[in-house]
């Protein structure tokens, strides 16, 4: 049974750091394409990042970009993302979704996480 367990989220400052993490478990991470969807208070959900099953590619928002990273550990199954130069416009709650696929033009995902909020504010 595939599950997607997000942690690491909190308050932050502008300007400040956060490292969320995605625990996996019941397939093969190494394989599998996993993304980092946001939504912000109000918002629909934001597309953040991709980290490519077979090469860790990875692909960001332009809204994200030099600021985030993403990365994975294979052997323990988590997925990452630091997210460093955060600002008041990050704050969202933040999933991890695997196997990303367009379908009639919109994305959508195989497994889903919980999600874990951010917030940026002083």
């Known amino acids: 049974q595939v599950q997607l367990v997000e942690s690491g989220g909190g308050v932050v400052q502008p300007g400040g750091s956060l490292r969320l993490s995605c625990a996996t478990s019941g397939f093969t991470l190494s394989t599998s394409t996993m993304s980092w969807v946001r939504q912000g208070p109000g918002l629909g959900l934001e597309w953040v990042s991709d980290i490519i099953g077979s090469s860790a590619i990875t692909y960001y928002a332009d809204s994200v970009k030099g600021r985030f990273t993403s990365s994975r550990d294979d052997v323990n199954n988590i997925v990452y993302l630091q997210m460093n130069n955060l600002k008041p416009e990050d704050t969202a709650v933040y999933y991890c979704?695997?196997?990303?696929?367009?379908?009639?033009?919109?994305?959508?995902?195989?497994?889903w996480g919980q999600g874990t909020l951010v917030t940026v504010s002083s």
């Open positions: 979704a695997k196997d990303p696929r367009l379908v009639g033009g919109k994305r959508e995902y195989d497994q």
